[in-house]
């Protein structure tokens, strides 16, 4: 069973036993007996840390099951995206300087794949 934390109004901070279902309901307090509500305590260093470091740790929090692999062709074909944007702004994908754009790229078996505008054709 789970450890839950509750404040009593005289004696302060106590710790309960207490099953999930149980863990919402207040606890009496072990000194005096009256019902005490949980809280939830945070560590003194969530609340010391400055703007920068808890922006990074949300980005690395949110990030580390989208994991984005950067090489530099990829950066270099993100940077010819964002030169071609000329429909609303975003990146058609139709060519590459006249000619057809081809995206090679590997699925994580090692086989390749060709992402097109024509998935009924097959690549050799």
């Not at 019902?35 to 400055?50: D, T, Y």
């Amino acid at each position: 069973m789970p450890v839950y934390d509750y404040k009593c109004a005289e004696h302060g901070l106590f710790h309960q036993l207490a099953t999930f279902e149980q863990s919402a309901e207040p606890q009496a307090c072990p000194s005096c007996g009256q019902l005490a509500a949980r809280v939830i305590v945070l560590p003194p260093e969530l609340k010391a840390m400055s703007r920068e470091n808890h922006t990074a740790h949300e980005r690395n929090e949110t990030s580390q099951h989208q994991p984005v692999f950067s090489t530099t062709e990829a950066r270099a074909d993100a940077r010819e995206r964002q030169a071609h944007a000329h429909r609303k702004g975003k990146p058609c994908g139709c060519h590459d300087g006249g000619k057809l754009r081809s995206a090679l790229m590997y699925t994580a078996d090692g086989k390749k794949m060709f992402p097109s505008m024509r998935p009924w054709m097959i690549s050799h």
